[in-house]
């Protein structure tokens, strides 16, 4: 019976030290989760904005991929690696050569190994033309 209560004791002991150990997983999350453009005009076509992305997990995210809802918005991050706590910068142009006048709305999903996955940015603002 002693030896029972020791092995049991340093089962729970073991699997208590694990749990503790365990890190969190990545979790990416944009600092805004909505970028409103407001009023744009056609000329300049290419608009460019900046966003944070920040990695509140307790593991390295790996960004694989960069998505669009239509190849008018480009998304590039300054590093494919983040860790944890870090913050990086998101590079996006918006083509609005193709757009039509009045209210628009575009998404970008960042792909990653976070347990989250997709994180996704909307974008949106109003095409006219003066």
């Not at 208590?16 to 979790?27: I, V």
């Not at 609005?96 to 039509?100: E, G, Q």
């Given at each position: 019976m002693k030896h029972l209560i020791q092995r049991l004791s340093l089962f729970l002991l073991l699997?208590?030290?694990?749990?503790?150990?365990?890190?969190?997983?990545?979790?990416?999350v944009f600092v805004q989760k909505e970028v409103k453009m407001g009023v744009i005009t056609k000329n300049p076509m290419k608009h460019e904005l900046t966003v944070e992305l920040k990695n509140k997990?307790?593991?390295?995210?790996?960004?694989?991929?960069?998505?669009?809802?239509?190849?008018?918005?480009?998304g590039y991050p300054e590093k494919m690696l983040v860790k944890p706590g870090e913050k990086i910068k998101v590079k996006i142009t918006v083509d609005?050569?193709?757009?039509?006048m009045g209210e628009f709305s575009k998404e970008l999903g960042i792909y990653s190994n976070a347990k989250v996955s997709p994180v996704m940015l909307k974008i949106s603002g109003t095409m006219t033309r003066i």
């Open positions: 699997i208590l030290s694990l749990s503790a150990c365990a890190k969190k997983p990545a979790k990416l997990g307790g593991e390295i995210a790996r960004i694989k991929d960069v998505r669009t809802s239509c190849t008018c918005v480009k609005t050569k193709d757009f039509l």
